[in-house]
């Protein structure tokens, strides 16, 4: 069955501040989660199945988390290494089931109930000071 990526993340990755390293282990997320973004799999699992260190993962997740893009359990609610991916982030089932997640999830936004994703806001890169730019065939 095919699903529907969020672009909010997707269409503007190359604009993150990631290592190349953690857009890749993001894309591995993702392929690991469930609709909507839970993720069900360990970190001891994540690391035994990407070929890395437990420690490796929590390396590759930091980033990821300081950004909203990966969501770590509140206090109180953490039952081992659980994460999931936040909702403007994951991937969904349908367009239909996409767009109602996203208005659930702007509104809990708005009441406070979940943090919004850190993203670098988007802007255009500047034209070359020379006009066009120098391009050669290598």
């Not at 999931?84 to 996203?102: C, D, I, Q, S």
């Amino acid at each position: 069955m095919a699903n529907v990526m969020s672009p909010i993340v997707a269409e503007r990755i190359w604009a993150l501040p990631l290592s190349g390293s953690a857009v890749k282990f993001l894309q591995y997320l993702v392929s690991r989660s469930e609709f909507g973004g839970q993720l069900l799999v360990r970190q001891k699992d994540m690391a035994a199945e990407y070929g890395v260190t437990p420690q490796a993962v929590s390396g590759l997740m930091a980033p990821l988390c300081e950004l909203n893009i990966v969501l770590r359990p509140r206090s109180g609610e953490r039952n081992g290494n659980s994460y999931r991916l936040h909702p403007l982030a994951a991937k969904y089932e349908t367009p239909e089931g996409m767009e109602a997640a996203f208005h659930d999830t702007l509104a809990r936004i708005q009441a406070g109930d979940l943090p919004n994703l850190k993203l670098p806001a988007y802007s255009q890169a500047p034209p070359t000071t020379t006009g066009r730019p120098n391009l050669q065939v290598a």
